[in-house]
């Protein structure tokens, strides 16, 4: 079993700037495929951003490339998502989630998930 925990979410302006972490715990880190996924309210689940299991590897949602980077430190067993250049449509709860298989570019079949973190952006 994979426990996550998600921290690091906050209200900023439009434009401005946030980290969120997520610390993992249960299972060798290493093994794990990291992701964010978004959930907005009335909207379904979205993919955000993954990590392939030693970090060469990083597979982007259409909405935040160019403005979001995902890192991890598997020393540490965390993952990190830095946000950049927000926007108001950027405000929704941000989860981490973790899969042992498949491949980073699959952006399905994850097993485990955070409580999530809430990220308000105000225009």
């Known amino acids: 079993q994979v426990q996550l925990v998600e921290s690091g979410g906050g209200l900023v302006q439009a434009g401005g700037s946030l980290r969120l972490s997520c610390a993992a715990s249960?299972?060798?880190?290493?093994?794990?495929?990291m992701g964010w996924f978004r959930q907005a309210p009335g909207n379904e689940r979205e993919f955000v951003i993954a990590i392939s299991r030693s970090g060469g590897t990083t597979k982007y949602g259409d909405s935040v490339k160019g403005r979001f980077t995902i890192s991890r430190d598997n020393a540490k067993n965390m993952v990190y998502l830095q946000m950049n250049s927000l926007k108001p449509e950027d405000t929704a709860v941000y989860y981490c989630a973790a899969k042992r298989g498949s491949s980073v570019m699959v952006v399905a079949d994850y097993e485990y998930w955070g409580q999530g973190a809430q990220v308000t952006v105000s225009s």
């Open positions: 249960g299972r060798t880190f290493s093994d794990l495929i």
